[in-house]
């Protein structure tokens, strides 16, 4: 059974940095893509960034891309997300998310259907 643990969250003023993480279990020795999704209330799950687990190019928003960094270590099974220069319009609730899947899948992968196993997610609060 596929478990997703989210970390890190808070509050921090504009300009302000966080490191998200997400400990993973029930993927052992399965391909998987990992990623970080957003969610303000009223709006749709909006997805952030997504990597391939044991190593592959990771993919951006363009709202985050050059500020966040998503990676992971494959020794805890966990997924990080490193959020710099962050602004108020990054103030969510951020959820991990997770799919076993070919090796293709985290190229196009970026929309909230694609992936079936959830965290219950962890609140970011940017101020200006």
């Known amino acids: 059974q596929v478990q997703l643990v989210e970390s890190g969250g808070g509050s921090v003023q504009a300009g302000g940095s966080l490191r998200l993480s997400c400990a993973a279990s029930?993927?052992?020795?399965?391909?998987?893509?990992m990623g970080w999704f957003r969610q303000t209330p009223g709006k749709d799950r909006e997805w952030v960034a997504t990597?391939?687990?044991?190593?592959?190019?990771?993919y951006y928003s363009n709202s985050v891309k050059g500020r966040f960094t998503i990676s992971q270590e494959n020794a805890k099974n966990t997924l990080y997300l490193q959020m710099n220069s962050l602004k108020p319009e990054d103030t969510a609730m951020y959820y991990c998310?997770?799919?076993?899947?070919?090796?293709?899948?985290?190229?196009?992968?970026?929309?909230?259907?694609?992936?079936?196993?959830w965290g219950q997610g962890t609140e970011v609060t940017v101020s200006s």
């Open positions: 990597i391939r687990t044991g190593g592959g190019y990771p």
């Open positions: 998310a997770a799919q076993r899947s070919s090796n293709t899948f985290c190229d196009w992968a970026n929309t909230r259907g694609a992936f079936t196993n």
């Open positions: 029930g993927f052992t020795g399965s391909t998987s893509c």
